[in-house]
């Protein structure tokens, strides 16, 4: 793969973050100001281990595009990333397959400490 392509790809993925940011402050706004009938919420209450389960999913095979097809050698910070999110593709699977709507306190716990250990990949 050319470094051409690997630019379009990097835009395309950095265009998808921001989207899904803009999507999760207009959530926390809905929440903060307690919004009673949000539809938007509605809809995320009701697929959230859809959505769980594709955002991680879409995480993974991003990590594994860039180590398996583009040859770029994480580090070690990136390693742990993948260590906490790795898993939440398969809780999420697993619980959409088997309509289990108890995972939150599970992802939740794997998703502080990736942040925990992104801040510290930023510091």
């Known amino acids: 793969m050319t470094l051409e392509t690997a630019h379009y790809v990097n ?4 265009l998808g973050v921001i989207v899904l940011q803009i ?10 100001f307690k919004v009673k009938e949000s539809r938007y919420l509605a ?18 095979l ?3 595009f860039f180590t398996k097809i583009m040859h770029w050698a994480p580090c070690v910070y ?5 260590v906490w999110i790795f898993p939440q593709a398969v ?8 309509k289990e709507k108890n995972v939150f ?9 990736g942040l925990i250990n992104s801040i510290g990949h930023l510091y």
């Open 43 to 60: 809809f995320i209450k009701k697929n959230f281990l859809e959505i769980g389960f594709f955002l991680s999913f879409f995480a993974v």
């Open 11 to 14: 835009m395309l993925l950095g």
């Open 62 to 64: 991003s990590s594994l």
């Open 78 to 82: 990136c390693w742990w990333d993948r």
């Open 91 to 98: 809780i999420f699977g697993v619980a959409w397959l088997k």
């Open 105 to 113: 306190w599970y992802s939740l716990v794997l998703t502080l400490l």
């Open 23 to 32: 999507f999760s402050v207009v959530a926390l706004a809905l929440l903060l």
